[in-house]
Nanobody, 124 residues
Framework: QVQLVESGGGLVQAGGSLRLSCAAS????????MGWFRQAPGKDREFVGL????????YYAESVKGRFTISRDNAKNTLYLQMNSLKPEDTAVYYC?????????????????WGQGTQVTVSS
C-alpha cells in the first residue's frame, strides 16, 4: 500500500510561482512513475507531468512545458512540482499519483495510488 500526501497549495497572483510537495510512504519504490494531475472546476482531471523514481526522467503536458518542473528527493521519498509563470487557467486541485506500469503513463487509469489533492488558485 502507498500513501501520498500533497502540500504547498495556495493562492498566488498570475506570473507568480508555487512549489507543491508530495510525501510518499508505505512501500519501497522501485522504478515507479510518479505523476502530477490537476482538475479544474467543471473539468476532467488532466495529466500535468511525470518523473521516474529511478533515473529521474521526466515528461510534461504541452500546456505546462517550460513553466513547470517535476523533481524528487529519493532520500525523503518526496516528489515536487515547481510551478512558475502561473496563469489563471492553472487554477485547479493538484494531485500526485504513483504508477507501477512501464513506459510513461499519462492516463488516470494507469495510476494505482492517489493523494487527496491540494488547491492551487491563481488570481489575475
Amino acid at each position: 500500500q502507498v500513501q501520498l500526501v500533497e502540500s504547498g497549495g495556495g493562492l498566488v497572483q498570475a506570473g507568480g510561482s508555487l512549489r507543491l510537495s508530495c510525501a510518499a510512504s508505505g512501500r519501497t519504490f522501485g522504478n515507479h512513475a510518479m505523476g502530477w494531475f490537476r482538475q479544474a472546476p467543471g473539468k476532467d482531471r488532466e495529466f500535468v507531468g511525470l518523473i521516474r523514481w529511478i533515473g529521474g526522467s521526466t515528461y510534461y503536458a504541452e500546456s505546462v512545458k517550460g513553466r513547470f518542473t517535476i523533481s524528487r528527493d529519493n532520500a525523503k521519498n518526496t516528489l515536487y512540482l515547481q510551478m512558475n509563470s502561473l496563469k489563471p487557467e492553472d487554477t485547479a486541485v493538484y494531485y500526485c499519483a504513483a504508477s507501477i506500469r512501464r513506459g510513461d503513463p499519462v492516463l488516470i487509469a494507469e495510476y494505482d495510488y492517489w493523494g487527496q489533492g491540494t488547491q492551487v488558485t491563481v488570481s489575475s
